[in-house]
């Protein structure tokens, strides 16, 4: 027999614990807008109704992330842009910084009527894992945060995908360390997801190019209980310099992800050594390569500092853009290489990778994933509440702000709600797609003790 009756005991204690008693969430309907359907995930790849959909698309944050701001909150800045993607022919953005506290029904309207869909990364500077130091950072301030962007994104249609995090794990040896918090985030999403019975928006992790240990990121996101796995696998990737498919490695990375079992797609992708012809359009919706992967995303279309923008904007706020160079070179690789036709190739069986073991490149020598928080329990079944914004000291930093108590065991991302997903009746029906996505086994949960644990924050290295 399930039992609630902690749920208000904690809720009574978040106030004394430094953390703020949100507010039960209100739940939205879907928002439709022209007959943009849903993308899901189905064996290694994503499908759009009975269609294999590959993403096409920029990473998109103009202002870049000193400017701490979200495009998509105002729609001035979106209704400027969507007309550039327009002409750029791309079919999804990727947004880095969101506001959690803000409406976004404008700007992902009108997204969805020009046909382009959102990946959403659900963390931001305030609020993410610090990846020299993770245990501090994974607290229940951060993941109601996380939740909230959740609450906000999911009754869109055209929200394709969650990013958990973005390059946590990086060429420095310690921060292999923090792929088990990544890993626990993105349990703790696809929960949330499922406990408030949205649609089942994919959850993934966009990992660093970094070839020591890209391979290890991937398994270490895909091994494990149903319940812990990724529904995807993202990486940056920077090896193709105006080259071509063998000489950038990509013959290998086909190769290496062979029987992955997990759709993947490059999150970032364009080198600016030799100039940019984006050849790795046409290689990407090739058949060397869609068996494997689901297309990528250009890095990127706001010119910034780094100098890799194909698009001028005078003023972050402000209604002109200048097209670069690279702007026509990309929407000319867009249109020379439209997405095949047919399945691609994809492989229609998912399935569980060994971990990785520990070596000089890995340091993680367990499998067990940290427990989520006690104190942020409850939002499974209250909600997040009203989200943290952009404002505010974040949460690397707070003071008890209620941290894990040790290890989970596996399993205990399991959806425990009887939830009809809101929307799913009018959702693109399951069976539209091949009939092989992972099945969510339901099993009560058993609450038989509280424990309860304080910790003293501090300074952290960002």
């Avoid at 609630?4 to 904690?10: D, H, I, M, R, S």
């Avoid at 970032?268 to 290689?283: H, K, P, Q, S």
């Avoid at 492989?347 to 070596?359: F, G, M």
Wanted: with cysteine; proline share 6%.
């Amino acid at each position: 027999m399930r039992s609630l009756a902690l749920v208000p005991v904690l809720a009574t204690m978040l106030p004394s614990l430094g953390i703020a008693t949100p507010s039960p969430t209100v739940a939205q309907p879907p928002t439709k807008r022209g007959s943009l359907p849903a993308v899901s995930v189905s064996g290694n790849a994503f499908w759009q109704n009975d269609k294999r959909f590959y993403i096409r698309g920029v990473d998109y944050q103009p202002g870049g992330s000193s400017a701490m701001a979200d495009p998509l909150a105002d729609t001035t800045i979106c209704s400027r842009d969507i007309d550039q993607f327009r002409k750029l022919g791309i079919n999804t953005i990727r947004v880095y910084i969101i506001d959690n506290s803000a409406r976004h029904d404008e700007c992902m309207g009108k997204l969805a009527d020009a046909g382009i869909y959102v990946i959403v990364d659900a963390n931001n500077p305030l609020y993410s894992i610090n990846r020299y130091d993770p245990a501090p950072s994974y607290n229940a301030k951060y993941l109601q945060s996380v939740f909230a962007t959740i609450d906000e994104f999911a009754k869109y249609e055209n929200t394709l995908a969650f990013f958990s995090g973005n390059e946590v794990v990086n060429d420095v040896v310690n921060s292999t360390l923090a792929a088990r918090y990544v890993k626990a985030v993105t349990r703790d999403m696809r929960r949330y997801i499922g406990e408030r019975g949205y649609r089942k928006v994919p959850v993934g992790y966009s990992a660093a190019d970094v070839g020591s240990n890209r391979r290890q990121q991937a398994d270490w996101m895909n091994c494990g209980s149903e319940d812990e796995r990724s529904d995807f696998f993202a990486f940056n990737d920077y090896s193709w310099c105006n080259s071509d498919f063998r000489t950038a490695g990509w013959d290998q990375k086909v190769k290496n992800f062979s029987d992955y079992g997990l759709p993947i797609f490059l999150s970032e992708y364009g080198c600016l050594t030799n100039g940019r012809d984006f050849g790795e359009v046409a290689a990407l919706m090739s058949d060397k390569m869609t068996s494997v992967y689901s297309g990528g995303l250009m890095y990127e279309y706001a010119m910034g500092d780094n100098g890799y923008g194909i698009a001028k904007i005078p003023s972050v706020k402000g209604s002109s853009v200048q097209k670069l160079d690279g702007f026509e070179k990309f929407a000319s690789a867009l249109a020379a290489n439209p997405p095949p036709e047919g399945d691609g190739g994809f492989v229609s069986t998912t399935h569980a990778n060994a971990c990785p073991t520990k070596d000089a490149n890995w340091l993680i020598d367990t499998t067990l994933l940290p427990a989520i928080p006690e104190q942020a329990k409850m939002l499974m079944m209250e909600g997040a509440g009203s989200g943290p914004g952009l404002g505010g000291d974040g949460s690397q930093n707070a003071v008890d702000a209620g941290t894990s108590s040790g290890d989970a065991e596996q399993g205990s991302g399991t959806v425990t709600s009887s939830s009809t997903p809101k929307g799913s009746e009018n959702a693109a029906p399951a069976t539209s797609t091949p009939a092989n996505a992972r099945a969510v086994v339901k099993i009560p949960l058993l609450l038989t003790g509280m424990v309860v644990v304080l910790t003293l924050g501090g300074s952290f290295l960002l």
